[in-house]
């Protein structure tokens, strides 16, 4: 037998995808109306205000403990809850502000929440990671990866299970995609054929770890062929190919078909958590993504290209995005924290 002459890292970065080639199978992308433009623009504006706010009030010391920014990958989330329907569900890991905000949450409650006070979605006691809305069908929110993927297939049985034709959007990262119980979810939901599309946000890397290091199949669409689930790679920077993929992955779902599997291609611009400084990759690779794939500059530019918005208009939406996103911090900022006799509340044994 060979004997491997290179230690184990050194051997997954070889003979593997280089990142020259990163993308999705298919690049082109249905054209979108002038109004789903604006809708996309502003819900993808909301997130990365929203975002770009939370890093502050971080640095600043209002928000303490895990903050997993989603800066970059808005394209992803705002395309899947366009094709949304109501009574459909999303459940995230911990990269879940975006999730939120795309579900209709309150700005005010999630920022109150990341700063723990009492009007926050977990009465300040949850944080970052632990947030959920009932009413709008959010479902959290999950510090543990991959913990979401079999909730979610849950959500769907409980669907298939009361013949409501409601959809559960199952959302986990690439490092998630190596876990165990993500392939016990996917071998229930295809024999039961259950109402779930798996997105697997590939961002490239796992904390530190980029995917080419980390995965021996990293074409995570073909993650569900053994259990025959069908998956498509998708440009997860553009939210008319995200939208697109979508609506086709819910269909197949509510015709009874069973799940699904989108791979978003998509890449996050900040570190891992606000403690990560990001050494394992370059600056250089991070303003390429920004200059040439940004999702929101992509919807900016061909609004000004089909002239559908000038530069002013287009200032005016960003100013009314920002005046929502300042009201929700100077909210969180004000709102009292919870009162200590809650320590005792919510606690189950
Ligand atoms: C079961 C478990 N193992 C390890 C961790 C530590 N951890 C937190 S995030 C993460 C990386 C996950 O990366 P990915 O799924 O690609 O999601 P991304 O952060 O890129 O959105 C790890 C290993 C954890 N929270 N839970
Ligand atoms: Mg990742």
């Known amino acids: 037998m060979a004997v491997a002459k290179t230690k184990p890292a050194e051997q997954g970065t070889q003979e593997r995808r280089p990142l020259s080639e990163w993308g999705p199978h298919e690049t082109t ?4 109306t002038k109004d789903a433009e604006f809708q996309a623009l502003r819900q993808m504006l909301l997130i990365r205000r ?3 706010k939370a890093g502050q009030m971080y640095g600043m010391g209002l928000i303490g403990g895990f903050c997993h920014l989603y800066i970059g990958q ?4 705002v395309g899947m809850s366009m094709a949304k329907e109501d009574g459909d569900q999303m459940i995230t890991g911990y990269r879940d502000h975006g999730h939120m905000l795309a579900c209709g949450m309150d700005p005010k409650g999630v920022m109150a929440e990341l700063t723990g006070r009492r009007d926050g979605y977990s009465k300040g ?4 990671m632990h947030m959920f809305s009932l009413d709008k069908n959010f479902y959290g929110g999950h510090g543990i990866v991959a913990a979401q993927v079999p909730l979610g297939t849950g959500l769907a049985f409980a669907n298939r299970y009361r013949g409501n034709n409601s959809v559960s959007l ?4 690439d490092g998630a995609a190596n876990q165990g119980q993500v392939y016990e979810s996917f071998n229930m939901a295809e024999l039961w054929k259950l109402p779930v599309v798996y997105v697997i946000e590939n961002n490239r890397y796992a904390m530190g770890t980029a995917v080419l290091r980390s995965s021996a199949q990293t074409d995570f669409s073909k993650r569900g062929l053994s259990f025959n689930i069908p998956g498509k790679q998708v440009d997860g920077m553009d939210v008319r190919a995200v939208k697109a993929a979508a609506e086709e992955a819910m269909a197949w779902c509510r015709a009874g078909k069973g ?3 989108l791979e978003m291609m998509t890449y996050r611009y900040r570190g891992h958590s606000m403690s990560d400084p990001a050494k394992y990759r370059t600056k250089e690779e991070v303003d390429k993504v920004r200059t040439e794939q940004d999702p929101i500059e992509q919807v900016r530019h061909r609004l000004l290209d089909k002239k559908w918005a000038t530069e002013d208009e287009l200032k005016k939406i960003d100013a009314s995005v920002r005046a929502i996103v300042n009201e ?4 969180a900022t004000h709102d009292p924290e919870p009162d200590p006799s809650e320590l005792y509340t919510d606690v189950y044994r």
């Open 29 to 32: 992308a249905p054209e979108f």
């Open 50 to 52: 929203f975002e770009e």
């Open 74 to 77: 808005e394209a992803v989330v």
């Open 125 to 128: 006691k949850g944080g970052s």
């Open 170 to 173: 199952t959302f986990f990262g």
């Open 259 to 261: 799940p699904t599997i």
């Open 328 to 331: 929700a911090s100077e909210f």
